[in-house]
């Protein structure tokens, strides 16, 4: 089967500024791809030389076979889009919202009324058709932005840092959606800098500075990425611990992970017993092997 989104070499600069720098990669239908990266490492800009809203300084990108520069009229009916700002109009309803976008998608009559009801029952506002934008909580906005992306049944979707500013209980309900857009047969290109939601993500490409640093499942990538072993410690001194475990021979890196820390050792350099032996002077430490995190992936990656 064909790649959805063929990309070879793309690059973009602002001035002297690299923003995408050769960046190659494919997307299969029906993928959920992630696009894993901090702020400013490209990731939304090089959607939108996808989306044909921004040119590329060189390379070319392929959406459906098509070319994503000269052909993004026939590209865009079967493509959306949700952007890190949803574009709501927040004086108008939930149900007006719908219908404006609708109308911008070419839908009209029986066709609008029957999609707009299937839309609303799958991102959960049936019977808030009346509410403003505006009164929406973040998580719900969140909603209706993507409704509003899915309105016209597109074969793939673009959401860009989608979740960033809801709580988790809404970022979780979210990733229900998109699992339910994927087993339909949607393919889903999305950008976050949240490392639990990659891990969502059926493969992942990591960026930063502009580059495309690896891409594979998340599970090969801590695989192949990350060659040591993982600890978790807890300890009363978490900082004590984490300036002596720094310097201690074996030990590539450490930092702090919510209420403990989080250690990389080189390959059969350390066991928990030689960890909480380095660790000694403190009274009461507790060593437990763990698993190697996205996180840990990235500094890897970054570092090289």
């Known amino acids: 089967m064909s790649a959805i989104i063929s990309v070879e070499s793309l690059t973009k600069n602002f001035g002297d500024f690299v923003a995408v ?19 400013g490492s490209g990731k939304t800009t090089t959607m939108r030389m996808l989306l044909g809203l921004l040119r590329p300084a060189s390379g070319r990108a392929r959406i459906f076979g098509l070319d994503s520069v000269a052909q993004t009229e026939q590209i865009r009916p079967r493509v959306g889009y949700m952007s890190q700002r949803f574009s709501l ?8 919202n719908l219908a404006f976008y609708g109308g911008v998608y070419g839908l009209r009559g029986p066709q609008l009324a029957l999609r707009r009801s299937e839309v609303l029952a799958l991102i959960g506002l049936v019977g808030r058709e009346s509410d403003r934008a505006l009164d929406l909580a973040g998580g719900w906005r969140q909603r209706l932005a993507l409704g ?3 309105l016209h049944k597109p074969d793939l979707l673009f959401l860009d840092e989608p979740t960033s500013g809801v709580d988790p ?6 990733w229900d959606l998109i699992y339910t857009l994927a087993s339909e047969g949607t393919t889903v290109f999305v950008s976050t800098h949240y490392m639990d939601e990659a891990e969502h993500c059926g493969r992942l490409g990591i960026m930063n500075q502009g580059r495309l640093l690896a ?3 998340p599970t090969a990538l801590k695989r192949s990425v990350v060659t040591g072993q993982a600890f978790d410690i807890e300890t009363a001194d978490l900082v004590g611990a984490l300036d002596i475990l720094s310097a201690a021979p074996g030990i590539e890196r450490a930092g702090l992970l919510g209420d403990h820390l989080h250690v990389i050792a080189g390959r059969d350099q350390h066991t928990p017993q030689t960890l909480a032996h ?14 190697v995190t996205l996180d840990d992936v990235f500094m890897v990656l970054a570092g090289r």
């Open 21 to 39: 720098d050769h960046v190659s990669f494919a997307i299969e239908p029906g993928e959920i791809f992630g696009y894993l990266g901090p702020n």
């Open 169 to 174: 209980e809404a970022r979780r309900a979210f």
């Open 148 to 150: 509003i992306a899915l």
């Open 89 to 96: 109009y927040e004086d108008l309803t939930v149900g007006e």
């Open 215 to 217: 891409l594979d499942t």
């Open 278 to 291: 380095v660790l000694a002077a403190f009274p009461t430490v507790e060593v437990t092997p763990a698993e």
